[in-house]
Antibody, heavy 121, light 111 residues
């Protein structure tokens, strides 16, 4: 069965860095686009970034451009999010999610359990 | 502020029905991009409820239905049950910015 397991969350000071990882299993990871999506405490879902299956296409939401970097290692079935210059407003649960294939490729059919990132002094 | 606009909350009685609206723009839903709906039960991970405007993944009851018209979409839930209490999010794609977009979420309360 499809499994997505995030790791790397924790407490970090403003201006600090953190790297999230997502271990994928149960499907052919290299065939799928992947995204990071976050949810601040008590708030809604916010898409952060997606990466194509071959890493040739990357997009970010404006609020994280220049600070966050998405990457993947298809040989290791792993997705990562490098987060630099962290701010208090980046505090959230971060989910990795698999895109569906086909015409509505921007649909998310599987989500990880999430990793909590807290930015506070 | 979310790109897609949803009502913050809706309320319905058991057995009744509710509709949740989702309004976008010419660059997302209005550009012909499909709308998805996700259900997030309290303390859980979002679950895909409706894809491509009106299609239900396997296991989703037919009490849930979706529709789309122009730059807007709707999620209808009939025969409300207590376990339907959750947050519901619409989602689409902005073709201009190449961004995935979500609605702000709607909290459904079953009285």
């Amino acid at each position: 069965q499809v499994q997505l397991v995030e790791s790397g969350g924790g407490l970090v000071k403003p201006g600090g860095s953190l790297r999230l990882s997502c271990a994928a299993s149960g499907f052919s990871f290299s065939d799928y686009y992947m995204s990071w999506i976050r949810q601040a405490p008590g708030k809604g879902l916010e898409w952060i970034s997606y990466i194509s299956s071959t890493s040739s296409t990357l997009y970010y939401t404006d609020s994280v451009k220049g600070r966050f970097t998405i990457s993947r290692d298809n040989a290791k079935n792993s997705l990562s999010l490098q987060m630099n210059s962290l701010r208090a407003e980046d505090t959230a649960v971060y989910y990795c999610a698999r895109h569906t294939s086909g015409s509505t490729w921007y649909t998310f059919d599987y989500w990880g359990q999430g990793a909590l990132v807290t930015v506070s002094s | 502020q979310s790109v897609l606009t949803q009502p913050p909350s809706v309320t319905g009685a058991p057995g009744q029905g509710v509709t949740i609206s989702c309004t976008g723009s010419r660059s997302d839903i209005g550009a012909g991009n499909d709308v998805q709906w996700y259900q997030q039960l309290p303390g859980t991970v979002p679950k895909l409820l409706i894809l491509a405007n009106r299609h239900r993944p396997s296991g989703v009851p037919d009490r849930f239905s979706g529709s789309k018209s122009g730059a807007s979409a709707s999620l209808a839930i009939t025969g409300l049950q207590a376990e339907d209490e959750a947050d519901y999010y619409c989602q689409s794609y902005d073709s201009t910015l190449h961004n995935v977009v979500f609605g702000g979420g709607t909290k459904l309360t079953v009285l």
